[in-house]
């Protein structure tokens, strides 16, 4: 047989003969279509080598709202004189002409351009776009790097610069793990930009090997369990369509690399079929709660959360515990972690002046003040300054804060951050910003639970695909019952019999009394969905009138796209 010698076209292009050209915004928030750049860097490179950088302050047209300057160091005083937009877009689409574009969770980026293009008449570039967050997620592992944020990356890869927040300097941290992920990807006989673009979608070979795992699998809502030879549970899902879901951890869709470590020790697939879609996800947290599969990254350890205590004793103080008891103390919570509660706690001692001490304090037996006092941080009761009474007001505006109205220690530290922004004291800023963040936003969500888990019985319905109703009993926050009504039936013997037969549910103390705070949020985000009908209600549903929720809205906006925690931050998310 006569050898055919393939075509350049075939053999790809060379990464080394690639343009690719780095870029990296800052902007006043996260969405393209209501916040704007602030500042744009991009470096141009190839085979190692930078050719060029483009680097340039963009006035918005609006202030940046403060939490963005904490966040970045960019200030209005800063952009005031910058060019607008208009005037920097051109430049830009210039300098990434014929390249290949890269960017750390491109869709950030390159939705901020395309709206920009798109709001001044430009077509929207169509360069090829490699992102860094993919191509991480493809070629490293969990046990390498714990999530696939800029700054872990660059740390692994001992890139020479940080990334800080700043356009430029966060492309040129990038250019470097941009350079490390390419060598890696060389391991895997990547050396063509075809190679590396099909490379980050390619399934592998094992997961094509146990494709038959999904035969089995019915059309229908329910969970998932992936199990090893000996039974064990490997991971747990839910969805809404068993069979397509689990089909897809067999295609070039699936590119988590823990989930497909994770297929290559599986060897089953056991489901369990739910009447509803909650029923489903409820089921799934339960589940997960109770196995703690090791593939599973989220949901394992519901027990492991944080309340913020005001005990109740004399002098009552504000102390991090572990459980919720039954004993007279105001709770605020679930924290993440202790840090997370700590950081609630020091923005409220902010605003309130309640005792930070430990002791348990007595009426008859005085104690020495410690430093707090003499900064005006504490009436010092131990030394008897201040009695039961006057001290009990700020009990109450603790309990109040706690629980209803978090508006004192919201302005408290608010004025304190714009105070220090003015002394550009960034650090100290970004620290109170962080430490306002976990108590608003712990705060509007226990109001948001106990608005739920205070009503001792509530049935709901959302109408089906198939005309029939999803129905729910839920009692004290957890779901207790589920079923789906056929269409034309009558729906008070069925409401009546799925009621009869619900779990009973005995409340135990504090915000979350019958089921975790995952389950209950579940419930609500069903409950919040469009076309839900409300049964029968036993009390009242309802929010603090100055409740935490509008000052979470703001705190919110401004980190949206900037805050390391949430999906589809610029940091990129966790990498499995």
Same mark, same amino acid.
């Given at each position: 047989m006569e050898a055919v010698q393939g075509t350049l076209d075939e053999l790809?292009?060379?990464l080394s003969e690639v343009t690719f050209v780095v870029f990296d915004l800052e902007t006043t928030g996260g969405s393209a279509a209501e916040h704007a750049i602030t500042e744009i860097g991009a470096v141009k490179v190839r085979a190692g080598e930078t050719l060029g950088e483009l680097a340039t302050l963009v006035d918005p047209g609006s202030p940046i709202p403060p939490f963005i300057s904490v966040l970045t160091g960019i200030t209005d005083a800063m952009v005031v004189a910058a060019p607008r937009i208009e005037s920097v877009l051109p430049s830009f689409l210039e300098f990434i002409r014929g390249a290949v574009v890269v960017a750390h969770n491109a869709s950030f980026d390159m939705g901020f351009i395309k709206a920009a293009c798109a709001a001044l008449g430009y077509p929207p570039p169509?360069?090829?776009?490699?992102?860094?967050?993919?191509?991480?997620?493809?070629?490293?592992t969990r046990d390498e790097v714990p999530n $696939?944020?800029?700054?872990? &990356?660059?740390?692994?890869?001992?890139?020479?610069v940080e990334p800080i927040h700043r356009a430029l300097q966060d492309a040129q941290a990038t250019v470097h793990v941009l350079h490390g992920l390419i060598e890696r990807a060389g391991s895997f006989q990547v050396h063509t930009l075809e190679e590396l673009k099909s490379f980050v979608r390619a399934p592998t070979p094992e997961q094509q090997r146990k494709?038959?795992? $999904?035969?089995?699998?019915?059309? $229908?809502p329910g969970v998932y369990l992936f199990e090893d030879e000996r039974g064990e549970v490997l991971y747990i899902g839910k969805s809404t369509n068993l069979r397509n879901r689990v089909r897809s951890y067999f295609t070039a869709s699936e590119t988590r690399p823990r989930i497909r470590e994770m297929i290559g020790i599986a060897e089953r697939v056991r489901h369990i079929v739910c009447a509803t879609n909650l029923e489903a996800e409820v089921r799934e947290l339960r589940l997960i709660g109770g196995a703690k599969p090791r593939y599973n990254r989220r949901s394992r350890h519901p027990e492991k959360v944080v309340w913020l205590k005001l005990t109740d004793e004399v002098f009552p103080r504000l102390s991090i515990v572990r459980e919720v008891r039954d004993d007279g103390g105001t709770y605020l919570g679930p924290f993440s972690s202790s840090r997370a509660a700590d950081d609630a706690r020091i923005a409220m001692h902010e605003a309130l002046p309640l005792r930070q001490c430990n002791d348990r304090l007595s009426l008859k037996i005085s104690r020495p003040a410690c430093a707090l006092a003499e900064m005006g941080r504490c009436g010092a009761p131990c030394e008897g300054r201040q009695s039961q009474a006057d001290y009990a007001l700020h009990v109450d505006n603790a309990k109040r804060a706690m629980q209803s109205d978090v508006s004192l220690v919201y302005t408290a530290l608010s004025a304190r951050m714009e105070r220090l922004s003015v002394e550009q004291r960034y650090e100290e800023a970004s620290v109170d910003r962080d430490r306002l963040a976990s108590y608003v936003r712990t705060a509007a969500r226990m109001q948001r639970l106990t608005a739920l888990t205070r009503i001792p019985q509530m049935v709901a319905a959302s109408p089906a695909f198939d005309g029939g109703w999803e129905i729910?009993?839920?009692?004290?926050?957890? &779901?207790? $019952?589920?079923?789906?009504?056929?269409?034309g039936a009558h729906p008070t013997p069925f409401v009546e019999a799925l009621v009869a037969t619900a779990e009973t549910v005995v409340p135990g103390p504090g915000p979350t009394p019958a089921a975790n705070a995952e389950e209950t949020e579940c419930i609500l985000r069903w409950l919040e969905s469009p076309g839900i009908r409300l049964v029968e209600v036993d009390g009242e549903w309802s929010l603090p009138v100055y409740g935490a929720a509008r000052h979470k809205a703001r705190i919110d906006l401004a980190y949206r796209g900037f805050d390391h925690?949430?999906?589809g931050s610029k940091e990129g998310r966790p990498l499995h």
């Amino acid at each position: 047989m006569e050898a055919v010698q393939g075509t350049l076209d075939e053999l790809g292009t060379p990464l080394s003969e690639v343009t690719f050209v780095v870029f990296d915004l800052e902007t006043t928030g996260g969405s393209a279509a209501e916040h704007a750049i602030t500042e744009i860097g991009a470096v141009k490179v190839r085979a190692g080598e930078t050719l060029g950088e483009l680097a340039t302050l963009v006035d918005p047209g609006s202030p940046i709202p403060p939490f963005i300057s904490v966040l970045t160091g960019i200030t209005d005083a800063m952009v005031v004189a910058a060019p607008r937009i208009e005037s920097v877009l051109p430049s830009f689409l210039e300098f990434i002409r014929g390249a290949v574009v890269v960017a750390h969770n491109a869709s950030f980026d390159m939705g901020f351009i395309k709206a920009a293009c798109a709001a001044l008449g430009y077509p929207p570039p169509l360069n090829p776009i490699v992102d860094t967050v993919d191509l991480a997620r493809r070629v490293l592992t969990r046990d390498e790097v714990p999530n $696939a944020k800029l700054g872990t &990356l660059a740390r692994f890869f001992r890139s020479r610069v940080e990334p800080i927040h700043r356009a430029l300097q966060d492309a040129q941290a990038t250019v470097h793990v941009l350079h490390g992920l390419i060598e890696r990807a060389g391991s895997f006989q990547v050396h063509t930009l075809e190679e590396l673009k099909s490379f980050v979608r390619a399934p592998t070979p094992e997961q094509q090997r146990k494709r038959h795992l $999904a035969e089995h699998v019915p059309h $229908a809502p329910g969970v998932y369990l992936f199990e090893d030879e000996r039974g064990e549970v490997l991971y747990i899902g839910k969805s809404t369509n068993l069979r397509n879901r689990v089909r897809s951890y067999f295609t070039a869709s699936e590119t988590r690399p823990r989930i497909r470590e994770m297929i290559g020790i599986a060897e089953r697939v056991r489901h369990i079929v739910c009447a509803t879609n909650l029923e489903a996800e409820v089921r799934e947290l339960r589940l997960i709660g109770g196995a703690k599969p090791r593939y599973n990254r989220r949901s394992r350890h519901p027990e492991k959360v944080v309340w913020l205590k005001l005990t109740d004793e004399v002098f009552p103080r504000l102390s991090i515990v572990r459980e919720v008891r039954d004993d007279g103390g105001t709770y605020l919570g679930p924290f993440s972690s202790s840090r997370a509660a700590d950081d609630a706690r020091i923005a409220m001692h902010e605003a309130l002046p309640l005792r930070q001490c430990n002791d348990r304090l007595s009426l008859k037996i005085s104690r020495p003040a410690c430093a707090l006092a003499e900064m005006g941080r504490c009436g010092a009761p131990c030394e008897g300054r201040q009695s039961q009474a006057d001290y009990a007001l700020h009990v109450d505006n603790a309990k109040r804060a706690m629980q209803s109205d978090v508006s004192l220690v919201y302005t408290a530290l608010s004025a304190r951050m714009e105070r220090l922004s003015v002394e550009q004291r960034y650090e100290e800023a970004s620290v109170d910003r962080d430490r306002l963040a976990s108590y608003v936003r712990t705060a509007a969500r226990m109001q948001r639970l106990t608005a739920l888990t205070r009503i001792p019985q509530m049935v709901a319905a959302s109408p089906a695909f198939d005309g029939g109703w999803e129905i729910h009993v839920i009692r004290h926050g957890r &779901l207790c $019952a589920a079923g789906m009504m056929p269409r034309g039936a009558h729906p008070t013997p069925f409401v009546e019999a799925l009621v009869a037969t619900a779990e009973t549910v005995v409340p135990g103390p504090g915000p979350t009394p019958a089921a975790n705070a995952e389950e209950t949020e579940c419930i609500l985000r069903w409950l919040e969905s469009p076309g839900i009908r409300l049964v029968e209600v036993d009390g009242e549903w309802s929010l603090p009138v100055y409740g935490a929720a509008r000052h979470k809205a703001r705190i919110d906006l401004a980190y949206r796209g900037f805050d390391h925690r949430r999906p589809g931050s610029k940091e990129g998310r966790p990498l499995h």
